[in-house]
T-cell receptor, first 116, second 116 residues
Framework: AQKITQTQPGMFVQEKEAVTLDCTYD???????LFWYKQPSSGEMIFLIY??????QNATEGRYSLNFQKARKSANLVISASQLGDSAMYFC?????????????FGTGTRLQVFP | DAGVIQSPRHEVTEMGQEVTLRCKPI?????LFWYRQTMMRGLELLIY????????DSGMPEDRFSAKMPNASFSTLKIQPSEPRDSAVYFC??????????????FGPGTRLTVL
């Protein structure tokens, strides 16, 4: 079974600094997708960034980048130039596709606090 | 573009009552997912529809839960009778499969259900 592990329950970062949120995964599939979502205190789940297992380059979306190390099975999220509005829960997820299902497996999340 | 729409945003009910949660997926998406988020279990998939057909309902907790998707633009999740342990945030998400890429699931704002 696939599994997502986020070992950092909480992280602190000062405004304008960069921060890395860790995510490791376990799968025997060759083709898979990795996602990061942000959940602010208002509760919605906001898609941030995607990395495919065959993508040779790390994904980037604005201030977000995904440090994908396939051999180590890690997909860390890097947020550059942190802003106060980045304070939220961050979830790493893997897409699991079998013949009769298509779902995201989520990690337990990391709560990021950005301070001035 | 309108995102995934869920209603109601908040629901407070008494044990034993019937609860119906509603979802309108993003226009053009053909996959719809219902997730439940609790502190104890995190985010877990309840049921997955593709082209209005339930494909995987293995995550539905028990017979008190039922879900329907009568057309491509509407789905309901019903709990009857409701119990206090059903208190959670229920998310609806949609995607387009096969998307030839990320097949990213976009989430609605969620319904916060409290069963007294």
């Amino acid at each position: 079974a696939q599994k997502i592990t986020q070992t950092q329950p909480g992280m602190f970062v000062q405004e304008k600094e960069a921060v890395t949120l860790d995510c490791t995964y376990d799968t025997s599939d060759q083709s898979y997708g990795l996602f990061w979502y942000k959940q602010p205190s208002s509760g919605e789940m906001i898609f941030l960034i995607y990395q495919g297992s065959y993508d040779e380059q790390n994904a980037t979306e604005g201030r977000y980048s995904l440090n994908f190390q396939k051999a180590r099975k890690s997909a860390n999220l890097v947020i550059s130039a942190s802003q106060l509005g980045d304070s939220a829960m961050y979830f790493c997820a893997m897409r699991e596709v079998f013949y009769n299902t298509d779902k995201l497996i989520f990690g337990t999340g990391t709560r990021l606090q950005v301070f001035p | 573009d309108a995102g995934v729409i869920q209603s109601p945003r908040h629901e407070v009910t008494e044990m034993g009552q019937e609860v119906t949660l509603r979802c309108k997926p993003i226009s053009g998406h053909n996959s719809l997912f219902w997730y439940r988020q609790t502190m104890m279990r995190g985010l877990e998939l309840l049921i997955y529809f593709n082209n209005n057909v339930p494909i995987d309902d293995s995550g539905m907790p028990e017979d008190r839960f039922s879900a329907k998707m009568p057309n491509a633009s509407f789905s309901t999740l019903k709990i009857q009778p409701s119990e206090p342990r059903d208190s959670a945030v229920y998310f609806c998400a949609s995607s387009f499969f096969p998307g030839g890429g990320t097949d990213t699931q976009y989430f609605g704002p969620g319904t916060r259900l409290t069963v007294l």
